[in-house]
């Protein structure tokens, strides 16, 4: 799959960055053609010449290197990836990318390439809880860029909490899933997965039994087609697939703001379980048994994110597809669904407990469309996500 693959590699100065001479070696494995870049920090942590010998490519450092220039200029140097990855991406670096800064050879490139950019952030713990990096990451995000990572775990510092560095193997599945050939590429494509959280008071929250199963196996389908995928989840049991764009939220109004935020898509599927209200009373303090009764929760309509889409007059995705989970009469309540909320698509299925299907690994869905209801077999909800994904694909071309 990466075979003949052209990646810009970006090292920046970070403790992450020995991992990028085992990055290097495992691409070269898979015959992918790696061109390193190593930043001046960088520099402090690997040195060119072992990324030049791991490669078998000249290491490019300076913006302002003649010889360099000569040779390919660093617009050429972008222009010709198929793929820029920056591992480890620093605060630093983070920081120029979403500013967009251009003041040495890592910054430029990353301002002039018009190709897909993976990040795979490193930083101390406090850095990555920074509001700053808060910030930039969802700027990178809502530019497009892929992010891989960090993972939660000990820091070379001393300290524990995310951001260390993705492990070499979750970076190439990364990889493989950004450089992923099929009918959906250049197709940016949105999906909501998992429950939203509603809460209570600051500990106590009101959920649903929605995994995010089905949505994920959705986001990873369409990604393995070549769609660039932001996925917009709850907090859900399953991790998100590899090669999207994860954007986190916990409630319904946070949700809709995700998705409103989100670049204008091709197309977009509401998988996520929404709660339907959320408390207007909710306390800012924990709710005590003080003996003064039992307390009474207020509760107003959560926006519904899959009308707001539907009904977008501007920008509007030329694809819509809504989820209808039901537990009785599922093809007409789904029927009347999708004109009540104004999809293009609802893929209905029965979530009555003896189903199974809802935090089950398996799915029985009908695909409600202008062409009617087209009932498919009990299948695995990777099955699903596929031959929905194809679908798209189909519908899309
Ligand atoms: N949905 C949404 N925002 C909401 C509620 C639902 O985007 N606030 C989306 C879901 O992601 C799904 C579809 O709408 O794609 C249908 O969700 P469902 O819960 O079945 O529908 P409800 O609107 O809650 O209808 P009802 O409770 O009457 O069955």
Redesign the pocket.
Known sequence: MLAGKHILLIVGGGIAAFKALDLVRRLREREAQVTPVLTKAGVEFVTPLSLSALSAAKVYQDLFNLTDEAEMGHIELSRAADLIVVAPATADLMAKMAGGLANDLASTLLLATDKRVLIAPSMNVRMWDHPATGRNLATLKSDGVLVVGPNEGDMACGEYGPGRMAEVPEIIDAIASALADGPLKGRHILV?SGPTHEPIDPVRYIANRSSGAQGTAIAGALAGLGADVTFVTGPADVPPPAGVNVVNVQT?RQMLEAVQAARAADAAV???????WHVTNAGDSKIKKDGSGLPTLEFAE??????TVSEMKEGRPKLVV?????TDDVIA?ATA?RVR?GCDWIVANDVSPETGIMGGSENAVTLISDAGADSWPRMTKDQVARQLAQRIAEAMT
């Open positions: 909501t319904a509401f998988a996520a379980a929404v709660a339907d959560n926006p519904d994110i899959l009308a809504g989820f209808a989970a039901e309540h669904k909320k």
